[in-house]
C-alpha cells in the first residue's frame, strides 16, 4: 500500500534569484568566450547555461489547502504541502490534489426500506483529502470513487432501518436523524478509507415514500395520528370523570347511586369525546320511570 511522504522544498524565489544570477553571468561568459576566440570554453559554458536553463522548469507553486504528489518516471517521490513558490527537480511530474473540504449531493435513489417500502432519499456528504499518495495511486478517479461508494453505501444504509418505527424504541430513517447520519458516516468513511479520503459529515438531504405509495402511506400515517389522539382525549375524558365524581361525593352535594353515576359518566364522556357541541336535554322525569 502506497502512504504520503510529506518531503520539503527549496524556496523558489531563492533558487529562481540564483538562476536567474547565473544565466545572465553565463550568457555573458559564453559571448566573452566568442568574441575571444576560445571555442571550448564557449561549448563548456553553453553547456552550463542550457543546464541553468532547464533547472528554471523545476519551479512550481503551491497554493494553500493544496499538494503537489511528485513523481520520477513513474515511481512516487513525496508530497509537497508547502504554500509558495518551490523548486524540486526538473524532471518530476507534479500532479495537484486539492486538500480543501468539499462536499456533494447524491442523487434522489429510490430503494426499499427494512420493512419492504419504495423510498425515496438523497444525502449530502462533506469530504476532504488527507492521504494524497492513495487518493491518486490506490484509486483510478478519488472524486468519482467518493461518488460511487457514498451512494452504494447509502442504499446499502437504508435498507437496514424502516422509514418509519410502529414500535417504541426502534430506530427509524425519519425519527432518529442523529443516529441514521453517524452511521451512514461511518460506513461512507469504511468504504473510502482505502482512498486517502476523509468524511466530515454525512446527513440524509431528501426523505419521502416513492410516489406510487405515498398516497397510502398518508393515509396510515393520519389514522395513526388520529388513534393517537383519540387516545389522549380518551384518558383526558376518564380522568375529568373521575375527578367529577370525586369531588361530588367529598363536598357531599348530592348522593349518586351506581346506576346514576353510570349515567352520569355516560353523559360526561359523551360531552367530552364528542366532535360536536353538547346540546342540553332537560329531564323533568326520573331515572327510575
Known amino acids: 500500500m502506497i502512504r504520503e511522504n510529506v518531503r520539503s522544498a527549496p524556496s523558489g524565489l531563492a533558487v529562481f534569484g540564483v538562476l536567474v544570477v547565473l544565466v545572465g553571468a553565463l550568457a555573458f561568459a559564453f559571448v566573452n568566450a566568442l568574441i575571444t576566440g576560445r571555442p571550448g570554453w564557449a561549448i563548456a559554458i553553453g553547456i552550463a547555461w542550457l543546464c541553468c536553463f532547464v533547472c528554471l522548469f523545476g519551479l512550481f507553486v503551491v497554493n494553500p489547502n493544496e499538494g503537489r504528489v511528485l513523481q520520477l518516471f513513474g515511481a512516487y517521490v513525496g508530497t509537497v504541502k508547502e504554500p509558495g513558490l518551490r523548486w524540486t527537480v526538473p524532471f518530476y511530474t507534479r500532479k495537484r490534489v486539492s486538500l480543501r473540504v468539499r462536499n456533494f449531493e447524491s442523487g434522489h435513489l429510490k430503494v426499499n426500506d427494512l420493512?419492504?417500502?419504495?423510498?425515496?432519499?438523497?444525502?449530502?456528504?462533506?469530504?476532504?483529502?488527507?492521504?494524497?499518495?492513495?487518493?491518486?495511486?490506490?484509486?483510478?478517479?478519488?472524486?468519482?470513487?467518493?461518488?460511487?461508494?457514498?451512494?452504494?453505501?447509502?442504499?446499502?444504509?437504508?435498507t437496514s432501518y424502516p422509514y418509519d418505527a410502529h414500535e417504541e424504541g426502534?430506530?427509524?430513517?425519519?425519527?432518529?436523524?442523529?443516529?441514521?447520519?453517524?452511521?451512514?458516516?461511518?460506513?461512507?468513511?469504511?468504504?473510502?478509507?482505502?482512498?486517502?479520503?476523509?468524511?466530515?459529515?454525512?446527513?440524509?438531504?431528501?426523505?419521502?415514500?416513492?410516489?406510487?405509495?405515498?398516497?397510502?402511506?398518508?393515509?396510515?400515517q393520519q389514522a395513526g395520528a388520529i388513534i393517537a389522539a383519540r387516545t389522549r382525549i380518551v384518558e383526558g375524558a376518564v380522568t375529568m370523570v373521575q375527578m367529577a365524581l370525586d369531588r361530588l361525593a367529598a363536598d357531599h352535594i348530592v348522593d349518586l347511586d351506581e346506576e346514576k353515576k353510570a349515567a352520569m359518566v355516560s353523559n360526561l364522556l359523551v360531552v367530552l369525546c364528542g366532535h360536536g357541541s353538547a346540546q342540553p336535554i332537560i329531564n323533568t322525569g326520573t331515572l327510575y320511570t
Open 170 to 220: 426502534k430506530v427509524s430513517l425519519r425519527g432518529n436523524t442523529a443516529e441514521i447520519a453517524e452511521h451512514l458516516k461511518a460506513e461512507i468513511q469504511e468504504r473510502l478509507s482505502k482512498a486517502g479520503v476523509e468524511v466530515i459529515e454525512a446527513r440524509i438531504s431528501h426523505l419521502a415514500y416513492a410516489p406510487e405509495i405515498a398516497s397510502a402511506m398518508l393515509q396510515r
Open 115 to 158: 420493512d419492504g417500502n419504495p423510498i425515496e432519499l438523497a444525502a449530502v456528504v462533506v469530504w476532504k483529502v488527507v492521504d494524497t499518495a492513495e487518493a491518486v495511486f490506490v484509486v483510478d478517479s478519488y472524486e468519482n470513487y467518493v461518488h460511487v461508494q457514498s451512494e452504494s453505501a447509502l442504499r446499502n444504509m437504508a
